[in-house]
T-cell receptor, first 115, second 115 residues
Framework: NAGVTQTPKFQVLKTGQSMTLQCAQD?????MYWYRQDPGMGLRLIYY???????DKGEVPNGYNVSRLNKREFSLRLESAAPSQTSVYFC??????????????FGPGTRLTVL | SQQGEEDPQALSIQEGENATMNCSYK?????LQWYRQNSGRGLVHLIL?????REKHSGRLRVTLDTSKKSSSLLITASRAADTASYFC???????????????FGKGTKLTVNP
């Protein structure tokens, strides 16, 4: 099993460009999450999907959109990138929809720089 | 939002020594989780301790929970250079008044184990 995979690993964008970060898990998990991690900060939840067909905002959703394409895939889209969105983005998944109890499994991250 | 806060922010020790990291939180919890993040990688779940547990062990890891003090500690015994990583606690929290609870991560303790 590959676990949680993310593409791309690195990306450089210019301000105003758009892009989609892809995430897939092969563990048949119900819940999926997108986080961003900035230097000296913990992880901050952007959006999550507690089950296929549902998505909800997290702590810092502004400037992002998500799609739960199917049970395996959860994508994060930046419509008009801004320098403030320079960060490392992590996708995670968990088996159930017990959002505060389940173990979360993380992907390797996407390092995004917006110039 | 409720958020665990780790202490110290950074810790440097020699191989073979024990490392202790602390996490404090603000409101009642049902459980608390600890995660490890190696440099440039995603987070990896270490251990979950429930509110009715006082201590839990996993290999060289020992986690304690004191609900009266709203704090938890992670002890790594006989540390190794490979333990060099950032360690995060995670607790349930909401991002808005009355909002549903999600897992909220602290800012982490950066542990360096010198050979």
């Amino acid at each position: 099993n590959a676990g949680v995979t993310q593409t791309p690993k690195f990306q450089v964008l210019k301000t105003g460009q758009s892009m989609t970060l892809q995430c897939a898990q092969d563990m048949n998990h119900n819940s999926m999450y997108w986080y961003r991690q900035d230097p000296g900060m913990g992880l901050r939840l952007i959006y999550y999907s507690a089950s296929e067909g549902t998505t909800d905002k997290g702590e810092v959703p502004n400037g992002y959109n998500v799609s739960r394409l199917n049970k395996r895939e959860f994508s994060l889209r930046l419509e008009s990138a801004a320098p403030s969105q320079t960060s490392v983005y992590f996708c995670a998944s968990s088996a159930n929809s017990f959002l505060t109890t389940d173990t979360q499994y993380f992907g390797p991250g996407t390092r995004l720089t917006v110039l | 939002s409720q958020q665990g806060e780790e202490d110290p922010q950074a810790l440097s020790i020699q191989e073979g020594e024990n490392a202790t990291m602390n996490c404090s939180y603000k409101t009642s919890i049902n459980n608390l989780q600890w995660y490890r993040q190696n440099s440039g990688r995603g987070l990896v779940h270490l251990i979950l301790i429930r509110s009715n547990e006082r201590e839990k062990h996993s290999g060289r890891l020992r986690v304690t929970l004191d609900t009266s003090k709203k704090s938890s500690s992670l002890l790594i015994t006989a540390s190794r250079a490979a333990d060099t990583a950032s360690y995060f606690c995670a607790t349930a929290g909401s991002f808005s008044q009355g909002g549903s609870e999600k897992l909220v991560f602290g800012k982490g303790t950066k542990l360096t184990v010198n050979p």
